[in-house]
């Protein structure tokens, strides 16, 4: 069945760093990928998305692109802040799955001043 | 406009008591989700409503749990009689529509179950 692996963290970085969190996926067919976010305290809200191949989601700084030859969709921001500080979620859709999402096991990511 | 909520966002029970979940979509969002996160495993489908009707219920993982959504509008969830693997995070999430690249599932806060 359709599987996301995401790296395990916590991961913890200084504030203006580089980060990039790791997500596989396992699936036939084309599926669409995500990658949704939980700030302390709250629901999940997607952070970004892409639909097919190649193409690049994008939003606060934040960019993944959908590679269909490594089956991957890694996230990342060039310079983090200390409110980007939440745990981030891979997950996929393929609609003859219907409309359920797959998640990852998430990555707790904690940035310090 | 009011965003996906669920009540309680906090609930402890002894194994063998009953506890029901409930939330509230987006208003005039048809379709409707549960999923759940046990032992920050990963986050995992339960079923999902379209208005009133179960369109996928493959994810329940037993029938302990009964879902409903009478009206279509809000939905709840119950356990009965609740296990100790039942703990967990029981996200809600809701949509306008069901298909097609474009539609976007909004998460509710979640609701912590604790099982003693």
């Known amino acids: 069945g359709d599987s996301v692996t995401q790296m395990e963290g916590p991961v913890t970085l200084s504030e203006e760093a580089f980060l990039t969190i790791n997500c596989t996926y396992t699936?036939?067919?084309?599926?669409?990928l995500f990658w949704y976010v939980q700030y302390p305290g709250e629901g999940l809200q997607l952070l970004l998305k892409?639909?097919?191949?190649?193409d690049k989601g994008s939003n606060k700084g934040f960019e993944a692109t959908y590679r269909k030859e490594t089956t991957s969709f890694h996230l990342e921001k060039g310079s983090v802040q200390v409110s980007d500080s939440a745990v981030y979620f891979c997950?996929?859709?393929?609609?003859?799955?219907?409309?359920?999402?797959?998640f990852g096991g998430g990555t707790r990511v904690l940035v310090k001043p | 406009e009011a965003g996906v909520t669920q009540f309680p966002s906090h609930s402890v029970i002894e194994k063998g008591q009953t506890v029901t979940l409930r939330c509230d979509p987006i208003s005039g969002h048809d379709n409707l989700y549960w999923y759940r996160r046990v032992m920050g495993k990963e986050i995992k489908f339960l079923l999902h409503?379209?208005?009133?009707?179960?369109?996928?219920e493959s994810g329940m993982p037993n029938n302990r749990f009964l879902a409903e959504r009478t009206g279509g509008t809000y939905s709840t969830l119950k356990v009965q009689p609740a296990e100790l693997e039942d703990s967990g995070v029981y996200f809600c999430?809701?949509?306008?529509?069901?298909?097609?690249?474009?539609?976007?599932?909004?998460f509710g806060p979640g609701t912590r179950l604790t099982v003693l």
């Open positions: 409503f379209v208005k009133e009707s179960k369109q996928d």
């Open positions: 999430a809701s949509s306008l529509r069901s298909t097609g690249s474009t539609d976007t599932q909004y």
């Open positions: 699936a036939t067919g084309y599926p669409s």
């Open positions: 997950a996929l859709r393929r609609i003859p799955e219907g409309n359920k999402l797959t």
């Open positions: 892409a639909t097919k191949a190649d």
